[in-house]
């Protein structure tokens, strides 16, 4: 297996969903969207980030939403069915969600071609889910998930600390306070429930160095 790292455009497309996700999660009235998903302590803390808060969180080094890509059991009912879906049909539940579902596979399933380990960093995946994805061809699992609206979800949206994390340090001023509670968190993601699985992938998580911001940010401004 290759073991190289995700690259700067990789993070880049992290960013990408990461505000896209933000966006969806801060829609007010959210009655019975992603929001709901968490802890009712989170939510007004998720709900009032304001935009500065939000790109700063969205810089987090791995993806916050999640496509339950450890859900063994999930992924394989899927897959075992027949494909239903129709890509053309009009979207059911929130079709922003759906069209961001569709984004975030597509973008993991083409860096599961030829690099899996990213995608274990990046998404926490198991080497399985890694292994289906680049088994199939996309068309299909777009098929597949057409119609899910129970596939996108918040990363580790029970988990208090992780999150408290996230939206405390993880929103500093201060870029190396920021940076460091990030990948604490990158840490906890990828060693929950998985000790065992992911020794390899926590001790490169320690060594994962965010691309720099290409424009320069004054201080308190970033």
């Excluded at 988990?159 to 500093?172: A, E, I, Q, T, Y």
Aim: aromatic content about 8%.
């Amino acid at each position: 297996m290759d073991f190289s790292g995700p690259q700067k455009a990789e993070f880049e497309n992290v960013r990408s969903l990461n505000r896209a996700f933000l966006s969806s999660l801060r829609t007010p009235h959210d009655a019975i969207g992603l929001r709901q998903a968490f802890a009712p302590k989170l939510r007004p803390m998720i709900e009032g980030l304001t935009d500065l808060q939000a790109r700063r969180l969205s810089a987090a080094p791995f993806l916050l939403l999640s496509l339950r890509e450890q859900d063994d059991d999930y992924w394989s009912a899927l897959f075992a069915a027949d494909p239903n879906g129709d890509l053309f049909a009009s979207p059911s539940g929130d079709g922003r969600d759906r069209h961001l579902a569709a984004a975030a596979l597509g973008f993991l399933w083409q860096l599961a071609q030829h690099n899996p380990y990213a995608v274990r960093l990046l998404s926490g995946a198991t080497v399985n889910w890694c292994d289906s994805l680049a088994n199939r061809t996309l068309l299909s699992l777009l098929e597949r998930t057409a119609d899910r609206t129970d596939l996108l979800r918040p990363r580790l949206s029970e988990n208090l600390v992780f999150w408290r994390k996230l939206l405390g340090p993880g929103l500093s001023s201060e870029p190396t306070i920021r940076t460091a509670a990030h990948l604490s968190a990158l840490q906890s993601m990828l060693t929950i429930d998985r000790v065992a699985q992911y020794r390899d992938i926590r001790a490169a998580a320690c060594k994962i160095q965010p691309p720099a911001l290409r424009v320069a940010e004054k201080p308190g401004r970033s």
